[in-house]
């Protein structure tokens, strides 16, 4: 039995694609550009074979011209143009691309081809209700006209034209009370969407624009005169396809500063080619500081994505992880398998790949700074650093492979930042852990009566200043097999063999001292200790397990976590302070005072690690009492 050929309801595909396809009305123009420059490289790659074909290469060009008075909008191009078999096979069928036709006839490293869904084109019935395409092949000495007002189907008849290409006439619709397209033919909305879309576009994009005469004194007019001139709208050679060698600093930084809206100039400069299944051009930076919106719900990370030059997306989050949301970029590859649309990408996987590469160079970049320009780091650190140790610990340490050696912390040695593994480097062989402790600022770390013990000892504290720097290393659990210590901690384990024999002898001689002490702190402490670490304070609060102090005042300032695990706090004093003596005197004949004892203790004790007193009148009573 013969098969019938299923037949396309042409009208009604028209139809739905003119409306579904495509997000913004706007994109028609980059499609009938993308088309033009694709008649031209295929123009062009003719004449390489046939030089008669072919024009100067600065003579290629794509010309647009807006009639605002009879609402007109003309595309032309002399690239290879359409004959008549073509204009009924390109545009009287949907979805038939020529231009991908081309490209499988044609293999060849040289075509940069755009188009390749034959659906691009109907684009331009989103903005217009009659559309005239005036169109001389290279193939032929006839010229034709295509005429179509959309679903209604189309005309084509010989015409008159001298040259070869194509001259496409857009009939703009009326206004709308929501619809607005007049705005297509002011000169501003065209330069701005030739910059948005096809700014790398290789063959100049020209109109004929306004501009102030030159007087010939040169004498400023206040009130200039101006004719129309000639002028380019796109920048044509992608500075991300050029040579890294061969572009300066102050280009960089021009392209930055008009392309990201920067007036600083950015921290780093990250430009290269990525090699692989998906080739690609990539061009990053690091600006020099965190825009005003970065660490809100507001901020939107990702990259420009081009496809052959044309802009695809404008903030493609899935090229950029979250911690390195800050850079900014583009990234262009001629291998990416878009949706229909263009607007986006069929397949994750090639954007996967990509991602990686970025990631990964983005994160030599930053390694290679912190060994040759330290300073610059820091000043890099201080603006993004908090969302790369946020990273680590959102992740549940997943990202510690790949961030632990890119963060750093003020350290007690020279007041300085550090990174992890430079204070392992430091570390002498006898300490077992990387110490810090945390406060609100480092002068307040530093009255610390255990930051101060742990210093005398010689060893290097880090200062956690940072809500986020105790939970981020609690996540990372250790740094090269070297566990995190936070210097309140009940074990510090920085006292030598003897001394810990001592004080634990000390604590079992005292137990029922210690415990009377407990008993009358009810359940505010787990313990009440004896200690031979402290220099000359005569108390502080330690804590055991997982959670500090600090952290329990971060959980404690989040909405809803007012009744957040409480640390479980030990009271710690002084062995070698006379406060020490005064309660084993006192202890067994007068219990009372031993009693107020313990709860001044206390309160001092929270006062000095910056917990609230909980009954500041009891405490000052307390203190009279005894005065
Ligand atoms: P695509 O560009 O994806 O192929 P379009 O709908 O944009 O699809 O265009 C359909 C076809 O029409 C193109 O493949 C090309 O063969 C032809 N075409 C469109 N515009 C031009 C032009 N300005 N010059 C020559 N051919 C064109
Ligand atoms: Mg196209």
Redesign the pocket.
Known sequence: MRKKQFKTQSKKMLEMMINSIYTHKEIFLR?LI???S??IDKRHFRSLTDTALGLDMSAYKIKLDADKENRILTVS?N????GEKELED??GTIAR????DFKSENESDEIDII????????SAFMVADKITIVSKSLDSEQAYCWESTGADGYTVTPCEKDDIG?V?TLHMKEDTENENYSIFLEESKIRELVKKYSDYIRYPITMMCEQPIQKEDGAEDAQPEFELVETTLNSMVPLWKRNASEVSEEEYNRFYHEKFFDFEDPLAVIHTKFEGTTNCNILLFIPKKAPFDYYTKDFEKGLQLYSSGVLIMDKCADLLPDYFSFVKGVVDSADLTLNISRETLQHDHQLKVIAKAVEKKIKAELKKMIKNDREKYDTFFEQFGRQMKYAIYASYGMKKDALMDLIEFKSSYEKKYTTLEEYVTRMPESQTAIYYAGGKTIDKIDMLPQTQAVISKGIEVLYFTEDVDEFTVTMLGNYNEKPFKNVSDNDLDISREEEKEEIKKENDDQKSLLAFMKEKLGDKVEEVQFTNTLDSHPVCLSTEGGISTEMQKVLESQPGMEQAIKAKTVLEININHPVAQKLKELYGKDDEKVEKYAKILYSQACLICGLPVENPTELSNLVCDLM
Do not use: K
């Open positions: 499609e993308s088309n033009a694709d008649a191009d690239g290879c143009g359409m390109n545009l691309s020529g231009s991908l188009g390749q869904f034959g659906v691009g084109f109907y194509t496409i």
